[in-house]
């Protein structure tokens, strides 16, 4: 059973950092793209980045790009997404989910992100 286990959020003022983590069991995570994805309250889920199996190739969304970078560590089979200069519109609930996204991905509970001064 695929599970993914999200962490490391938390409340931060603007312009903070943070590092969120996806903790990936139930199958060969090595060999999986993966994806990060939001959702901001009352509003649908929002695609940031996915990242190629292996050491593979990252891409990211306008909103991402510049200050967020998605890594991976295929020996601790977890994803990682380091969130910079954080913004109040960065607010949301992020989930990683298993593959490239297309809205019907596994995904896991998720961690809330809330960016406030």
């Known amino acids: 059973e695929v599970q993914l286990v999200e962490s490391g959020g938390g409340l931060v003022q603007p312009g903070e950092s943070l590092r969120l983590s996806c903790q990936a069991s139930?199958?060969?995570?090595?060999?999986?793209?993966m994806s990060w994805v939001r959702q901001a309250p009352g509003k649908g889920l929002e695609w940031i980045s996915n990242?190629?199996?292996?050491?593979?190739?990252?891409v990211y969304a306008n909103s991402a790009k510049g200050r967020f970078t998605i890594s991976r560590d295929n020996a601790k089979n977890t994803l990682y997404l380091q969130l910079n200069s954080l913004k109040t519109d960065d607010t949301a609930m992020y989930y990683c989910?298993?593959?490239?996204?297309?809205?019907?991905?596994?995904r896991g509970q998720g961690t809330q992100v809330t960016v406030s001064s």
């Open positions: 139930g199958f060969t995570f090595s060999n999986s793209a």
């Open positions: 989910a298993k593959g490239l996204w297309y809205g019907g991905n596994v």
């Open positions: 990242i190629g199996s292996g050491r593979g190739n990252a």
